[in-house]
């Protein structure tokens, strides 16, 4: 098939792209040359949703929309809900013109702030901390409106935290598995929030890229939940980077959050709409996703 991922060079798009190579799709991407490069790609196109030359993403069959200002610390609500919002409509409109039926789209559970986990997508309130949250909520009310009005197949996959390859470039977005590792690995002192008992949904990478795989031959719409299903400490993370490293002398830095407010505590996915819909299920355990990582350096 013809297949448009947006964020085809960043963590989540690039290794879906190389799936979808894989697989034999003619793909086209769009993304930063400060990211990930793929080979194989039919075209990148380098500026943002606003600037697309809408000749190059004629007659696709699946738009695997991954690209968003992903910082959770970023304040600016006018500047987020443009890239996160506007871009977007702007694009499923335009794709839908030429012809796309299906779509699977990035959201996130931020979207749920500090609601209680675990996350159930039709019964736990909507209650996003920050712009990014909000932004995300923003785009899911519009997706589903536009599936009904345009007759399209749209499903959006609310991540929990994605870790493994391929995310180094990200620097201080990278997830705190890949910061954790680094600081260790590098003979530093690892830094958590006090007192490190936060709990978060750790989901690996080639398990989001099989959700992804998995929605394209979904034949509805919906919003699916995207995690482990399992909440595990900040402070057991360290444990098994230490573990996988062979590492037992670093000792652990707790500070004080800055941004508490605005933190989500405790992370958790009720995953069973996605696994009897979707016929997905996650097969990486979090043991085995650190040690798959650490092949990336």
């Known amino acids: 098939m013809k297949i448009l991922v947006t964020g ?25 040359e400060t990211e990930n490069s793929v080979p194989g790609v039919k075209k990148v196109l380098h500026l943002g949703l606003d600037g697309l030359d809408w000749k190059f993403v004629e007659g696709i069959d699946v738009c695997f929309h991954q690209s968003a200002n992903n910082n959770t610390l970023d304040m600016d609500e006018k500047e987020m809900y443009r890239a996160n919002v506007q871009g977007p409509i702007r694009l499923f409109h335009a794709m839908a013109e030429t012809g796309c039926n299906k779509f699977v789209y990035a959201s996130s559970t931020a979207v749920y702030g500090d609601s209680p986990a675990p996350y159930i997508e039709d019964t736990t309130p909507i209650a996003p901390l920050n712009p990014y949250g909000c932004s995300k909520a923003a785009f899911d009310e519009f997706a589903m409106k536009f599936a009904k009005e345009e007759n399209k197949s749209v499903i959006g996959l609310r991540y929990c935290n994605v870790y493994g390859p391929g995310e180094s470039h990200k620097g201080k977005r990278a997830s705190m598995i890949h910061q954790l590792y680094q600081q260790i690995k590098n003979k ?48 057991q993370v360290i444990h098994l980077i230490r573990k996988a490293l062979d590492e037992i002398s670093s000792t652990i830095k707790y500070i004080d959050n800055p941004n508490e407010a605005a933190y989500q505590d405790f992370t958790q996915c009720d995953i069973t709409k996605a696994q009897k819909e979707l016929k997905w299920v996650p097969k990486t355990n979090l043991s085995d996703g650190i040690r798959y990582m650490m092949s990336d350096g």
Request: net charge neutral.
């Open 188 to 235: 530093k002192k690892p830094v958590l929030f006090k007192d490190g008992e936060q709990k978060r949904d750790w989901l690996f990478i080639g398990d989001a890229v099989e959700a992804n795989l998995a929605a394209m031959r979904y034949e509805g719409s919906g919003i699916f939940n995207i995690g482990s299903g399992i909440a595990t400490s900040f402070n």
């Open 8 to 32: 085809g060079t960043g963590f989540v798009g690039s290794n879906l792209v190389r799936r979808l190579i894989a697989e034999g799709h003619e793909v086209t991407i769009t993304g930063h």
